[in-house]
């Protein structure tokens, strides 16, 4: 059975950091890319970064470049997202989910198999 633990979201001032984390079982990240998506309200749900371990591949969307670091540690079957300079704009339910990398769409919410729960991330002005 597939699962998807994240944590870590919160509150937080415009400019601070959080680091989301997210457990995984039940699929390898041989053939299964992972990634973070957000969804804030009245908003389509966008990927945020993505990570597939077959090519080594990270992307991150435009808006997070530069701020937002994904991670993973593959002995612990867990990824990170390390947040940094944290603008309002972030705010948003956050979450991790996983699909087939050799047949779904990289990085679109079309394409997930998978969902975890979200974790909720709230920066304040």
């Known amino acids: 059975e597939v699962q998807l633990q994240a944590s870590g979201g919160g509150l937080v001032q415009a400019g601070g950091s959080l680091r989301l984390s997210c457990a995984a079982s039940?699929?390898?990240?041989?053939?299964?890319?992972i990634g973070w998506f957000r969804q804030a309200p009245g908003k389509e749900r966008e990927g945020v970064s993505c990570?597939?371990?077959?090519?080594?591949?990270?992307n991150y969307a435009d808006s997070v470049k530069g701020r937002f670091t994904f991670s993973s540690d593959g002995a612990k079957n867990t990824v990170y997202l390390q947040m940094n300079s944290l603008k309002p704009e972030d705010t948003a339910v956050y979450y991790c989910?996983?699909?087939?990398?050799?047949?779904?769409?990289?990085?679109?919410?079309?394409?997930?198999?998978?969902w975890g729960k979200g974790t909720q991330v709230t920066v304040s002005s």
């Open positions: 989910a996983a699909w087939n990398y050799l047949t779904n769409a990289f990085c679109s919410h079309y394409g997930v198999d998978y």
């Open positions: 039940g699929f390898g990240f041989d053939d299964y890319a």
């Open positions: 990570f597939a371990q077959r090519d080594g591949v990270i």
